[in-house]
């Protein structure tokens, strides 16, 4: 059974950090390409970081850069999404998603994982 399950969410004031976990099983880890996506209410969702578990490399959107690290351990089947400097208008429910390397949409997501910024 393919699980990602997020953790790592919570209550934060702003310019606080938050470390966010996405624990993989059920798939071949190496072979994915994993994704944060975020959405806040009344909003779109929107891509936030992802990096490809075989090569290392990785993306961050332009809202996040500077601020926000994505990285893997591969021995452990997690991906972490390191958040600082949080600014209210990261507020919204975190997702992963896994997606096969050469794929073009995610094949698997997570539950999500509420991280909430107070002003």
């Known amino acids: 059974e393919v699980q990602l399950v997020e953790s790592g969410g919570g209550l934060v004031q702003a310019g606080g950090s938050l470390r966010l976990s996405c624990a993989a099983s059920?798939?071949?880890?190496?072979?994915?390409?994993i994704a944060w996506f975020r959405q806040a209410p009344g909003k779109e969702r929107e891509g936030v970081a992802c990096?490809?578990?075989?090569?290392?490399?990785?993306y961050s959107a332009d809202s996040v850069k500077g601020r926000f690290t994505i990285s893997s351990d591969n021995a452990k089947n997690t991906v972490y999404l390191q958040m600082n400097s949080l600014k209210p208008e990261d507020t919204a429910v975190y997702y992963c998603?896994?997606?096969?390397?050469?794929?073009?949409?995610?094949?698997?997501w997570g539950q999500g994982t509420h991280v909430t910024v107070s002003s």
């Open positions: 990096i490809n578990n075989s090569d290392g490399s990785t």
């Open positions: 998603a896994a997606r096969l390397l050469g794929a073009i949409k995610p094949d698997y």
């Open positions: 059920g798939f071949t880890f190496d072979d994915y390409g």
